[in-house]
């Protein structure tokens, strides 16, 4: 996901107000990853207006189940039950896989 943005600031506010759409993505990229069977999801490019760096952010293989537990938490407070649904199976699937390597 592209994300384009002013300055830091404005980051860190969609950091903090966004955050179910911030599990959303992190999950469904963690989903992406396991069925390409890659060792690393990538979640968002980011940019900066005047920068011309692109900044990736990635969550690899080690942090997945980290990272599910968290977007589950998030979805739970937020009661979103579906996305907690498939994110707890999504889970369940990421534990099997890493416990295999």
């Known amino acids: 996901m592209k994300q384009n943005f002013t300055d830091l600031e ?11 759409e911030i599990a ?3 999950y ?12 690393e999801a990538s979640v968002f490019e980011i940019f900066f ?15 997945w189940i980290n990272t ?3 977007c589950l938490e998030i979805f739970t407070e937020k009661e979103s039950p579906d996305n907690a649904i498939e994110v ?10 890493i416990q295999e390597d």
Do not use: P, R
């Not at 404005?10 to 955050?19: A, L, Q």
């Not at 469904?28 to 060792?39: C, D, L, P, V, Y």
């Not at 207006?49 to 942090?63: A, R």
């Open 88 to 97: 707890y199976q999504l889970l369940e699937i990421a534990k099997e896989l």
């Open 49 to 63: 207006e005047g920068e011309e760096f692109v900044y990736e952010v990635t969550i690899e293989q080690h942090e």
């Open 68 to 70: 599910l537990e968290s």
């Open 28 to 39: 469904k990229s963690i989903e992406e990853a396991i069925k390409a069977n890659a060792k």
């Open 10 to 20: 404005e980051y860190s506010d969609y950091i903090k107000t966004s955050k179910v």
């Open 24 to 26: 959303t993505v992190m």
